[in-house]
């Protein structure tokens, strides 16, 4: 079964609203999870790394207040895109990674089409 | 240079074949290596986890770590057209690190 879950699968909103998706880690507890976003046929482009209880990391490049990440509890992590524009139309994709074994896992991804 | 190249594909075979899917790396500090395969529109799948050089096998799977020469493989043997995805390798210098992803090389198996 599913390490990961990560919801909701797919979103479509209207230009300058905001969007939440969440992801949970279902096996273990993570105090780090991470997120990314996946372009058509390209890689997976990490955007921060989320921390529990305190702030998360941003990679360079990524606006931290367009992309909203909490992490409130050690099993559930969430990114919101705020006042969403058609350019952030893309895959967003969470992972946890196994505390003991260092392995990452994925969510199932969340497909963002903003009109 | 990047510090993980991946060829990007499509690799096209003929089902039943074996399948070789490659990355070399340009950071010799890198010790964790990961194979993913990703369907489309789906999240990716850890396949295979592997700590240094060596070899590691997994049913019809099996990865290989070369760091002398900065190169891994993923082989697929007895290809089934549910292989075709697309595979990505990753790797990074501690468990806790940053993990550096390829490209992903998609993959067709012809029935």
């Known amino acids: 079964g599913a390490v990961v879950s990560q919801h909701p699968s797919w979103v479509i909103c209207k230009s300058g609203t905001s969007v939440k998706i969440e992801c949970r880690s279902l096996?273990?507890?993570?105090?780090?999870m991470f997120w990314y976003r996946q372009f058509p046929k390209q890689s997976l482009m990490l955007m921060a790394t989320s921390n529990e209880g305190s702030k998360a990391t941003y990679e360079q490049g990524v606006e931290k207040d367009k992309f909203l990440i909490n992490h409130a509890s050690l099993t559930l992590s969430t990114l919101t895109v705020t006042s969403a524009h058609p350019e952030d139309s893309s895959f967003y994709i969470c992972s946890s990674a196994n505390p003991n074994t260092g392995e990452l896992f994925f969510g199932e991804g969340s497909r963002l089409t903003v009109l | 240079q990047k510090e993980v190249e991946q060829d990007p594909g499509p690799l096209s075979v003929p089902e039943g074949a074996i399948v070789s899917l490659n990355c070399t790396y340009s950071?010799?500090?890198?010790?964790?290596f990961m194979w993913y395969r990703q369907y489309s529109r789906k999240g990716p799948e850890l396949l295979m986890y592997?700590?240094?050089?060596g070899n590691k096998e997994d049913g019809r799977f099996t990865a290989q770590v070369d760091k002398s020469s900065k190169y891994i493989s993923l082989f697929i043997r007895d290809s089934q057209p549910s292989d075709s995805a697309t595979y990505l390798c990753a790797m990074n210098m501690n468990r806790d690190d940053k993990i550096i992803f390829g490209k992903g090389t998609r993959l067709h198996i012809l029935p």
């Open positions: 096996d273990f507890q993570a105090t780090t």
């Open positions: 950071n010799s500090a890198f010790q964790y």
């Open positions: 592997t700590y240094s050089s």
